[in-house]
């Protein structure tokens, strides 16, 4: 079959789910993961024949497509930052936003050389790993609360030659105590149940809830839990970063001014919503010895 054929099967097949140019675009991606043969020898071979094994194989994902599986899932990767990152359902596909939230973090002059850096919730290990392939000199931890997503973290710095270290622990109850950070940066769930009618069906059927969702009755949980922690180990003058849910930018500045937070910022995302927030622990000015 054409090459061509086979995208219009796709853009068919795949219309009640997503529109042609979505449908296109997925498809060239699997053209490219299953061919090894890029962009432009799509563009430039369309009416060429595919051979019979590479066809079956790109029908094969098109059944798991129509499903709403997510093709990042199917083909085992998701592009971040520039980078290659390997994603099973144990981890939240990396997202567009957070790629702006490492964005952010990287043109602050004063995160530039070596800082500690936390990421809390890691999941795929997207974030500290993007930061450390900026910030060579930089000291970068991620943690997660799950073994399986700590596992997918690793492979993608080993993958990435990015040197992390990435540990275990529950940030709702942390015990681990190594040192303070210059950078605590985290996207953790905040997705709450009201919202679950406007989700996408690739993404409920297929990520991971727990990356997600929060309880409806305390829909900053992991926020107050961050902050409080982050009050206690970063730093005189360090940095907070959240990516956030834009139904709570109200609140999330109250409890940053709250904890003494300063130069608070809201940032919106490329859609336009208050998608990230920062603050920085205040420097305090302890008296010199010897003075009264
Ligand atoms: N931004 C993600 C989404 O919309 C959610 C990420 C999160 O809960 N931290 O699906």
């Known amino acids: 079959m054409e090459i061509a054929k086979l995208e219009r099967i796709f853009r068919q097949e795949l219309s009640s789910l997503y529109d042609e140019e979505e449908a296109s675009s997925l498809f060239v991606w699997c053209f490219e993961a299953i061919t090894n043969k890029n962009k432009v020898h799509y563009l430039l071979n369309k009416s060429n024949k595919l051979d019979e094994n590479q066809q079956k194989r790109l029908l094969e994902i098109l059944d798991r497509l129509k499903t709403g599986e997510p093709v990042q899932y199917i083909l085992g990767e998701a592009l971040f930052y520039g980078l290659k990152f390997q994603v099973n359902r ?28 936390l990421d809390i919730g890691t999941g795929s290990g997207c974030i500290a790993v993007a930061l450390k392939k900026h910030l060579p ?12 997503s700590l596992e997918m973290a690793r492979r993608n710095a080993a993958c990435n030659h990015a040197e992390v270290h990435f540990f275990q622990s529950d940030i709702l109850y942390p015990d681990f105590n190594d040192g303070s950070y210059q950078l605590i940066v985290s996207n953790p769930p905040y997705i709450t149940p009201a919202e679950e009618k406007d989700m996408h069906v690739n993404v409920l059927a297929y990520e991971p809830w ?42 999330l500045i109250q409890l940053l ?20 927030i920062y603050g920085r622990k205040p420097m305090v000015v302890r008296p010199v010895d010897g003075i009264e």
């Open 90 to 117: 144990e981890v939240l596909i990396p997202r567009p936003e957070t790629e702006e939230l490492v964005e952010w973090i990287l043109s602050m002059k004063q995160t530039k050389e070596g800082t500690r850096i």
């Open 137 to 148: 000199m930089a000291d970068v931890s991620g943690l997660d609360i799950a073994l399986s």
């Open 210 to 251: 727990r990356a997600l969702f929060v309880p409806a009755h305390d829909p900053l949980l992991f926020y107050k839990a961050i902050t409080d922690f982050a009050c206690k180990r970063l730093t005189d003058g360090g940095f907070l970063f959240f990516e956030i849910n834009d139904a709570y930018a109200e609140e």
């Open 257 to 276: 001014e709250k904890h003494n937070f300063i130069d608070i910022q809201l940032k919106k995302d490329i859609h336009n919503n208050d998608r990230f």
